[in-house]
């Protein structure tokens, strides 16, 4: 299937995102950084996610799972990473929309910073007009992300990118935990700056 490793693995898990799916897939497979591989995890939608998730098959760079029952976020992210190939984890969800240069602007600054091991961006609420209608802003400053993190996630966190060590080193994601976040945003898509 694949000749090479990519440099990124981008892993979506969605659950029931018909209305959004295909724009969500579209704005990572039009990335201006290319070198990746999609990894879509249906979580046993009951409506139209599988149609619209298989018209992208044709994409070497997507790998698509489909799941007999619902097993949550957390478990779907592990099976993303015990499939994903490439040392750099890029997290997305079904219902957001990345900037067409978010991959390249992280990946490149994680290929510049060593030292760092996640990287992270803003958000921006739009409702299903594509109107833009809030703004998520989380701390930037290293000092702050240890402060807030231990009140709320301190990143948004389906914009992260992550080295995949760091990850495995801690054991992945702790499935006792069956979500990530608490919060719900209503009937907005965010997208990914």
Do not use: W
Request: proline share 5%; with cysteine.
């Amino acid at each position: 299937m694949f000749k090479n490793t990519p440099k990124i693995s981008v892993i979506m898990p969605f659950y029931n995102c018909e209305r959004y799916l295909g724009q969500a897939i579209e704005s990572i497979l039009t990335q201006t950084f290319n070198d990746f591989e999609l990894i879509l995890i249906n979580d046993a939608s009951t409506d139209n996610s599988d149609s619209i998730a298989k018209r992208y098959l044709n994409d070497q760079r997507v790998v698509y799972i489909k799941n007999n029952y619902n097993k949550k976020i957390v478990k779907n992210l592990n099976l993303g990473l015990s499939i994903a190939r490439a040392e750099i984890i890029a997290r997305m969800d079904g219902d957001d929309i990345s900037h067409p240069d978010r991959l390249e602007k992280q990946y490149s600054y994680l290929l510049a910073h060593k030292v760092i091991v996640l990287i992270g961006s803003f958000a921006e609420l739009i409702d299903s007009n594509g109107r833009v209608v809030g703004q998520m802003i989380k701390p930037t400053s290293p000092e702050m992300i240890k402060k807030t993190a231990f009140y709320y996630a301190p990143f948004v966190h389906p914009a992260i990118m992550i080295r995949r060590g760091v990850l495995e080193a801690v054991g992945c994601y702790r499935e006792k935990y069956l979500f990530l976040l608490p919060i719900i945003f209503g009937p907005f898509l965010m997208v990914l700056i």
